[in-house]
Structures are given as structure tokens and as C-alpha cells.
């Protein structure tokens, strides 16, 4: 492992990731169940069971691949840096979706968000060099 050890914030920032992106799989877990989607409000269910398999892959994608590349940020492996890119690509799967069937919502646009701060932030940890 490397010798150079990571600021505080790198921690915070890795951790606070994890379990963003640990909700996005909670997320996606439960609208793969029928029986959880079919409590939902109709407007939900509409969405869910109308939501094609590319951005249902995005979904997963974005959400697992995020997690994967906490996991790893918080590992210091340099590998995150390109799980990221893969899981900001999900995200953005995702949101062209949901702008197609919903238009801007906040959480779309968060997520998106916290897929392109991660990614960035992986790439300067890794200039830093607090990655191995």
C-alpha cells in the first residue's frame, strides 16, 4: 500500500459516498420487488413497470458500481477511478429517462451530481497519489 497517507476528509468524503450510494442499492432493491412496487402510489408503479431494461441496467449500474467504487476509494485502490466513470455512465442512463418521462426532479439531478463530484474527486485523490 502506499506510503502517503490520505487526509481526514478523504475518509469523510469515501464514507459519506458509501452510503449514498448504499441507499441507491437499498432503492433499486426494493423496486425490483413486485409486492414493495405494488404498495407505491400509482404514479410510482407507473414508472417502475414502465421503465425500459437499458435504464433499469443504468439503475444498477450507477447505483452498484458506486458503491463498488467507494469500497474502493476506501481501500486506496486505483481502480476506483474507472469504476466511477462506469457508474457516472448508469447515472446518467438513468437520467435521460427519467428527464424523458418526468423532466428535471431534484433526486435525478443529485444523483448525477454526487456521480460527477465522486468521480472527480477520485481523479484528484489519485493525482495526490493516496491511491495504489
Known amino acids: 500500500m502506499n506510503d502517503i497517507k490520505p487526509h481526514f ?6 464514507a459519506l459516498g458509501l452510503f449514498w450510494n448504499l441507499m441507491g442499492c437499498l432503492n ?3 423496486q425490483a420487488n413486485p409486492e414493495a412496487v405494488a404498495q407505491m402510489p400509482p404514479v410510482y408503479q407507473a ?4 421503465r425500459p431494461d437499458w ?6 449500474i450507477g447505483v452498484f458500481g458506486g ?34 418521462i418526468v423532466g428535471v426532479v431534484p433526486s435525478i439531478a443529485l444523483s448525477i451530481l ?19
Open 9 to 14: 476528509s478523504f475518509w469523510v468524503v469515501a
Open 28 to 30: 433499486y432493491v426494493t
Open 47 to 50: 414508472i417502475i413497470n414502465g
Open 55 to 60: 435504464a433499469t441496467a443504468g439503475f444498477a
Open 67 to 100: 458503491a463498488v467504487g467507494c469500497i474502493l476509494l476506501l481501500l486506496r485502490k486505483r481502480v476506483a477511478l474507472p469504476v466511477f466513470i462506469l457508474s457516472g455512465a448508469g447515472v446518467l442512463l438513468m437520467g435521460v429517462f427519467t428527464l424523458s
Open 114 to 132: 454526487v456521480a460527477i463530484a465522486l468521480l472527480w474527486y477520485a481523479s484528484i485523490v489519485r493525482r495526490f497519489g493516496w491511491l495504489s
